[in-house]
């Protein structure tokens, strides 16, 4: 974990005034020290804070935003007022600010000394209103940012702040990101379409069209002893029947042309330097099975994928991947296939056709090949396991024509029952509050069939990025109601209109 976050810093600027005098300013510096020290070893923070000193006039926040945006390893910015700072004198830093913000509402002192404090101490240390003031032009500039309160020894407010660092970060890696994709959407389907240009735009990420030709020719260039290593790693590494590892049967065949399909695809999104793709099961060129397998271990990879030409779902599924680096149970590209009607305890079976990233698998993956007669009729290589159990969020974004909407739902995954004659990995979820309220929310906000699921995010990081992006963002979870929840979107219709017409 501390390896994928080692090139990022956040910057922690500390408000003051000048008009405590220099012995107020060196006990500012000093108590920011002391605090960035601490939390960098706290052990808690995934990204390492950087102070950047006291700003104490509108010239000074300018030229400390103003690094912070030309600055690749700054992902963010922590702000924090010491003394009262007058905050007109953050208008102009604030005009240029375009990293991340996160108030952090602390005080040096846990404590008030009660038997000490004089007024001297109360001048120094003013938190309690210098931040509300603030907080008020952020406002009134409308500027997203996070609002973290709590003591910076507290692991509360520390572990706020940590989601909102993996945030930043991934939010950094989105603003440099390049979707491959071969071939369309799948045609006709409306979801996982959208305005490319808006989303580089407002999200950050390219989406770039690649003839599927350019990926055969990766394809016929593959040597034979690289794929015979990746084989052998796949025997390795899956549990399989042993009559597979049977050289000029079909079924190893279809193993070795997967392996194959991996490499080109792998080299291929290196030299582009692309972080995900998405494919569409009608342009295979070459290939002699959809490269569902191949899917399946770049997504354990990090990178991003998208069945059908869904290249939101791609961009989000990296985004949230990168997020989660570290964590332990891991995060797939999903869609809803089949319904089990049982009252309260009624699920949506996850699936797809093989893409299923086996990083939520529950038990040791099988490599299996089986028939698939959707794209190309073929005997296929893929993954074979079912999913971890416990709670997770599932999310997608649409276009809604005139925004992106962010839509998350609570799920709670349990154990499957087996299903023999399905060898396709798959989970087994009850959307929160259930099925009948989570689904129809899920449907009246517009909500994909494809979703990026994860178990180790939580709603809050999603809202982290919404904020970040500047896009509304819908919730769904255990407090959820049908008759509130369609009030929360014609609000939001009038909102996200006006919002426009404010800036
Ligand atoms: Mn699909």
Known sequence: MEKAFDNYEVWFVTGAQLLYGGDAVVAVDAHSNEMVKGLNDSGRLPVKVVYKGTVNSSREVTAAFKAANNDDRC??????????????????GLQELRKPLLHFHTQFNKEIPWDTMDMDFM??????????????????????????????????AQAQIAAWMRV???????QDMLIVRFGDQMNNVAV???DKVSAEQVLGYHVDYCPVNNLMEYYTAVEDKDVK?????????????????????E???????????EIALRRLLKDKGAKAFTTNFDDLGLFDQIPGLASQRLMAEGYGFGAEGDWKTAALYRTMWFMSQGMPKGCSFLEDYTLNFDGERSTILQAHMLEVCPLIAEQKPKLEVHRLSIGIDSETARLVFTSKQGEGVAATIVDLGNRFRLIVNKVDCIKSKPLPKLPVASALWIPRPNLEVGAAAWIL???????????????????????MAGIEMVVID????????????????VYYMLNKALL
């Open 445 to 467: 906000a517009g909500g994909t069939h494809h979703t990026s699921f994860s178990y180790d995010l939580t709603v809050e990081y999603l809202e982290d990025y919404a904020e």
């Open 75 to 92: 992902v963010g910015v922590i702000t924090w007022m010491h003394t009262f700072s007058p905050a007109k004198m953050w208008i102009h």
């Open 229 to 249: 290593a990746l084989v052998a790693t796949y025997f390795q590494e899956y549990d399989h029947a042993p009559e597979l590892e049977k050289e000029g049967t």
């Open 478 to 493: 255990e407090n959820t109601t049908i008759s509130e929840f369609k009030k929360e979107l014609r609000m939001n219709e």
């Open 192 to 194: 996982t379409d959208g």
């Open 123 to 156: 001048n120094l240390n003013q938190s309690a209103h210098g931040d509300r003031e603030f907080g008020h032009i952020v406002t009134r500039m409308r500027k997203n940012r996070k609002v973290v309160v709590g003591h910076w020894q507290d692991e509360k």
């Open 251 to 261: 079924a190893y065949t279809k193993v070795w042309n997967s392996a194959k399909a």
């Open 168 to 174: 930043a970060a991934a939010w950094a890696d989105a």
